[in-house]
């Protein structure tokens, strides 16, 4: 028997203090056991709520994305509503109504109405003069494909305008492809706009003259090419001093105006006065169509003439691109069109491309069947029929032709001017000081170089040629490959951009000969 056994009385004792010892082990175990599932149930609690605040971040993201989703769909719902609204009530309104009905701001048949206005003018009138060589099958057939090209590219512009929400011409541009290409664009737009002010002025100081022969000089003179070489109309202050005085009196004044809507009376006067001459030119070429000279002298499918001497087929073309390209204002008129989804757009481009065809073939083919040897630069120009003949009637649309330029150069000159304040200046703000000072500035150098150079034919082609396919074709092009989802190497957009580059480079080549011609003389 060991020592620790004899301190006890029993053995009972002793295993009471064994169990004893047990016991406080099994407690101190217990105990170690309670902590770890208390530390593990702490940890389980801590990632349970961690997960619980993940799940529940996640729930409120699905439900901002649903609620979203619901306002992009309620979105979408109420232009399909506004879209079958105008759908069934253009397909309840009669044909009398919709032609004749009264026309609502930014309805479709105004903004028809706005962009007909854009494309007739100087161009339309210049065609019959080239088609002499350009053969008038050709012609007609050129017109027609050219119209369509305007067209489609019309349709990629809006189309790029309202992918992007985006209805500015200059700031798509810089969207997509930054501010060199802007800058770029921007230029071209001043000299375009500067190249119409001097033909608008080479135009107006032109009709002019012609109207005064055709209401009484006619009498004194035998032909109009007599009075002009002959009478005073050649001497030099009529030449120089009537430009500079009826700027500065007349054009600088109204160009001065901030807000051209003020002017919208005298452009819709304009506007009619056009109309009228169209009217006059149709109706007068009765007398001037002969059975000898239309069979002697119209050239009906020879189109090997157009490719000679001149290359009057490109000149032809660049003609057509220079009265059939008004993208620069159609963006702004497709911004103001009432619940403007690509539907009514294109509703809107397609009517009015076959109201320009119209005209276009109306007055080329009757204006070159008209006057077929010799035709003027602008078929209101065609002569007499005989010798002292009177032409008051045209005298007067020429008249209403002179004032109608005299209204188109503030609106042109207000878009020209709002480009050189920003780009100037860095703002549109148009201050008094600076709005007298640029304004002169414009005048005078646009009225000088019409004066030095006076060739209606040369502006067209050069500004129809060089810069109206640039903005016209080139430019909506780089657009929608940027805007839509295909791959920039589809062939939708190879095909696209490979088609209105070739145009693109007819143009120039047409402006090249041109500027030669200018030069050598």
Known sequence: MNLFSLS???????????????IKENSFTDNKEIEENNNINYNEKISMGIRDSVSSSNIEKEK?????EEDSQKELVEKE??????????????????????????????????????????????LPKYMSNTSL????????????????????????CEKNKIYNYSK??????????????????????????ILFN???????????????????????????????????????????????????????????????????????????????????????????????????????????????TLNFISCIFYASCFHIGCVPVINTLTNNVQRRIEKAIRRTILIDIFFYLVIAVVGYLSCPIDTPSLIIQRPTIKPHDSDIVMG???????????TKLPNTYSSLRITLFDKIWGTTEITDTKNYIVTF????????????????????????????????????????????????????????????????LIGFISSVFTIHKMIVG
């Not at 006890?8 to 064994?18: A, C, G, T």
């Not at 009398?96 to 309805?107: L, N, R, W």
């Not at 798509?172 to 002010?197: A, H, M, N, P, Q």
């Not at 007067?396 to 005299?406: A, C, D, L, P």
Request: net charge neutral; aromatic share 16%; hydrophobic share 50%.
């Open 64 to 68: 901002e994305n649903e609620g979203e």
């Open 172 to 197: 798509l541009i810089e969207l997509l492809y930054g501010k060199i290409l802007s800058l770029t664009y921007d230029t071209i737009v001043i000299l375009y706009s500067f190249g119409v002010l």
């Open 137 to 160: 099958f050709l012609a007609c057939f050129l017109i027609i494909g050219i119209c369509f090209a305007v067209w489609w590219s019309l349709l990629l512009l809006s189309k790029a």
């Open 8 to 22: 006890f009385k029993n053995d009972k004792e002793l295993e009471k203090v064994l169990n004893s010892g047990n």
């Open 441 to 504: 500035i414009v005048i005078i150098v646009c009225v000088t170089c019409s004066i030095l150079y006076s060739d209606i034919s040369s502006y067209i082609k050069i500004m129809g040629g060089l810069f109206s396919t640039l903005v016209g074709f080139l430019f909506p092009s780089l657009l929608i490959i940027k805007s839509n989802e295909k791959k920039i190497y589809h062939w939708e957009n190879i095909l696209t951009l490979a088609f209105f580059i070739i145009l693109t």
């Open 396 to 406: 007067i649309g020429k008249i209403g032709f002179v004032f109608t330029f005299f």
């Open 81 to 126: 509503s506004e879209r079958h609204n105008s759908m069934v009530l253009d397909n309840k309104r009669s044909l009398f109504h919709k032609i004749f009905g009264p026309m609502e701001a930014g309805s479709i048949r105004g903004s028809i109405f706005n962009m007909v206005i854009l494309s007739l003018g100087t161009g339309m009138f210049a």
């Open 202 to 312: 080479c135009i107006i100081f032109s009709n002019l003259g012609e109207a005064l022969y055709g209401i009484y000089y006619y009498v004194q003179y035998d032909t109009l090419q007599n009075f002009i070489n002959d009478s005073f109309w050649n001497d030099w202050y009529i030449k120089i001093l009537l430009p500079y005085a009826s700027s500065i009196i007349i054009v600088y004044p109204m160009c001065l105006i901030k807000d051209v809507s003020k002017l919208r009376i005298i452009s819709l006067i304009g506007v009619i006065n056009i109309i009228g001459l169209i009217i006059i030119v149709i109706y007068q070429s009765k007398d001037y169509i002969k059975k000898e000279n239309i069979e002697n002298n119209v050239n009906y499918f020879d189109i090997k003439k157009g490719f000679q001497g001149d290359f009057d």
